[in-house]
């Protein structure tokens, strides 16, 4: 009952912070879009990494014509793999500046840009293709306008916030994972285990975080879950040490000594009467370490370590466009600069809430 109440305290008292409910519903918002981005990203082709070269670098709002002819191939992806990861054979598309429809074929110009004049072409349309596999002409917008690729840039930054989320979620559970084990047999038994792992501890936190990432990084390769497990096993250092500090002070106290009469063993002692306890402090620097390893993934990305073409990834987008910021086109390299800020301001206010709901003492 007294476990409720303080729950129950403690969740009211969240509820009465503005940015810590605003933040949790705007993580909440971009983790749904994380897991069904390919059903509300205007291109769901796989990565978001449909190239049109002759619409680089396009300004937001930008319209084009496109012409469109329907992928023929049989291809055996399931529909739940294709609203997961995307179209694995996405339609073609050419950007054109007009068009005209004649019995059995279009002829079209393909679009220029700077006052150029395309190339006519012409598009046989078999008598014998289904409808629902003849080229037709569509207007798309390109809300966030297009990269140096000419790749739809709001299908990419939707794309890369699964990227983020991902890193956090995992490098997260491997800090915590390894964090509340090893905290929790030094501040627990203490003697020559504490010793042990705090050595293991400060030689790790005496490492630049980066530069162990990086070393990391390439002793296991580039790739996805490279960055995934090189990240958590950076972070742990933190989680063990708060872990230690409060399994040190709570270990003394009467309903675990009392336990220990009962004849309980020390992993249920831990597992069932100490963790529940301090569990606080915990979910506060997890919420701390979300932001971190967002901010580190980015980092990795820039430096091209890390989620790799045609993957994206919203470190790489600064990487690629940061020269733009000087060329008249900032907007490249600050709309994904400020997505990584909200992701990550979102996690340490909703830390900060947690940290003032949690905090008994007041």
Request: charged share 15%.
């Amino acid at each position: 009952m007294q476990n409720q109440g303080l729950t129950t305290l403690a969740l009211q008292k969240f509820k009465q912070s503005f940015w810590g409910v605003f933040s949790f519903w705007f993580i909440i918002f971009l983790a749904f879009i994380s897991v069904f981005v390919y059903v509300l990203a205007p291109d769901n082709s796989q990565y978001a990494n449909q190239m049109h070269l002759s619409i680089h670098s396009k300004p937001p709002g930008f319209k084009v014509d496109m012409l469109v002819t329907p992928n023929t191939s049989v291809s055996n992806q399931s529909v739940l793999n294709r609203v997961f990861f995307g179209r694995s054979n996405p339609p073609s598309e050419i950007p054109i500046s007009n068009y005209k429809f004649e019995s059995h074929q279009i002829k079209y110009t393909e679009y220029a840009s700077e006052g150029l004049t395309g190339l006519e072409k012409i598009v046989e349309i078999p008598t014998d293709l289904e409808p629902s596999l003849r080229p037709f002409v569509t207007t798309e917008t390109f809300f966030f306008g297009t990269d140096k690729y000419g790749r739809d840039l709001l299908s990419r930054i939707l794309v890369g916030a699964r990227i983020s989320f991902s890193i956090g979620f995992v490098a997260v559970f491997i800090s915590l994972f390894i964090g509340i084990l090893l905290g929790s047999i030094a501040g627990y038994f203490g003697g020559k285990w504490d010793k042990l792992i705090m050595w293991v501890i400060n030689v790790t936190w005496s490492i630049p975080t980066l530069l162990l990432v990086i070393a990391i990084t390439l002793a296991l390769g580039k790739g996805f879950w490279q960055v995934f497990i090189a990240v958590g096993l950076t972070m742990w250092v933190e989680v063990a040490r708060i872990v230690r500090g409060q399994v040190m002070g709570v270990k003394e106290m009467q309903y675990v000594t009392a336990a220990r009469a009962l004849g309980y063993t020390d992993f249920r002692i831990i597992a069932q009467h100490i963790l529940p306890n301090i569990l606080a402090p915990v979910i506060v620097i997890s919420a701390a370490n979300f932001a971190a390893a967002i901010l580190i993934e980015s980092g990795l990305s820039f430096l091209g370590i890390g989620a790799q073409p045609p993957m994206s990834s919203w470190g790489a987008m600064i990487k690629d466009h940061y020269n733009y910021i000087i060329l008249g086109k900032p907007y490249l390299a600050l709309i994904p600069g400020l997505c990584i800020m909200s992701l990550v301001m979102a996690f340490m206010l909703i830390g900060n809430a947690l940290r003032d709901a949690l905090d008994v003492k007041a």
